[in-house]
Structure formats: structure tokens, C-alpha cells
């Protein structure tokens, strides 16, 4: 299916194919689409789209007039901590962490990586529940599900 919309991320090192090829190899149902450059008489410019798990993303590598901030980040909702955990340590490698499951890759891209029941918690109806969860959220870098189930359960106590 061919997509309309895709979120375009200014790269300014010439590494966006090697960045989407890493992150289609790091999420499952992912693949680079199409990438086109110099070759095809673009100049110091190149674009590469990809899918990540059906959502369209797009590189552009055109030079050093903008930078990736925190601004746009890509959010994966995990079905577990060992998914959370395995996409953390890969895309932290060579990046860094920042606060409640935020971090930067080795290419400058952020991301926030967490399990899904931490929306659960910290959405839940319950505002005892859902401040307990955020609480111990806020303390985290990686998200740690196990710690902030054991925080709701204290306050259910």
C-alpha cells in the first residue's frame, strides 16, 4: 500500500540508509521502501523511505542546516519487558539515555520505548493507580514494568 504521509527526519551525516536499515532490523514487520541519492543526480542529497511495523517514515540527508531534537521522537509500545528491553539496549548502543523510557540513538533520532501496560497504569481510571504508576515512571530511565506494578500495588494495599 502505498503511503501519502510519512514523517520526514532530517538527517545531516549521510548515514540515513544505514540508520533505516538498522531500525527495519530492529523492528519486526519493517522494510526499506526505496533510496535514492547522488547516484540519481540529487547533489550531497539523498532520501530513503522505509516502513516501521506499517507506519511510513522517510530520511532526509541534506547537510547540516537542521537538527533532530527531542521534539519528534518515535514511540513503540512493546507487548512486554523483554521486547522493551531488547529494543533499549540496541538502540542505546552508541546513543543515550534520557528520563521515562526517552533516549537518543547512535544517529540523534529519539525514541521512546515502553511496555504497553505502563499505559494501562498510568492511564488508568483509578487516580491512585494511575499517580502511583506515573510516580514511579518518573524515577526511571528504562522503563522497569515490574517496579512500577510493585508501586500500584503498594497504594492498593
Known amino acids: 500500500m502505498a503511503h501519502n504521509i510519512r514523517t520526514c527526519l532530517w538527517f545531516r551525516d549521510g548515514r540515513g ?3 533505516a536499515a538498522f531500525y ?3 523492528i519486526p514487520n519493517s522494510r526499506v ?10 547533489g550531497p542529497f539523498s532520501v530513503t523511505d522505509f516502513t516501521l511495523a ?3 517514515y522517510q530520511i532526509l540527508d541534506a547537510g547540516p542546516h537542521f537538527t533532530l531534537t527531542e521534539a519528534v ?4 509500545e512493546t507487548d512486554d519487558q523483554a521486547e522493551s528491553d531488547r529494543l533499549w539496549d540496541a538502540l542505546t548502543e552508541g546513543g543515550e539515555e534520557s528520563a521515562c523510557g526517552w533516549l ?8 521512546q520505548v515502553f511496555p504497553r501496560r505502563l499505559s494501562e497504569l498510568t492511564m488508568n481510571k483509578d487516580p491512585k493507580v494511575a499517580a502511583a ?3 514511579e ?4 530511565s528504562k522503563i522497569d514494568i515490574a517496579a512500577i506494578e510493585a508501586a500500584v500495588r503498594a497504594v492498593q494495599a
Do not use: H, N, Y
Open 104 to 111: 537518543k540513538d547512535r544517529f540523534g533520532v529519539s525514541w
Open 137 to 140: 515512571m518518573m524515577k526511571q
Open 33 to 42: 521502501e526505496r533510496s535514492f541519492g547522488a547516484d540519481a543526480g540529487m
Open 54 to 56: 506499517g507506519t511510513p
Open 133 to 135: 504508576a506515573m510516580g
Open 24 to 26: 527495519c532490523d530492529l
Open 17 to 19: 540508509p544505514e540508520a
Open 73 to 76: 521522537s518515535i514511540s513503540v
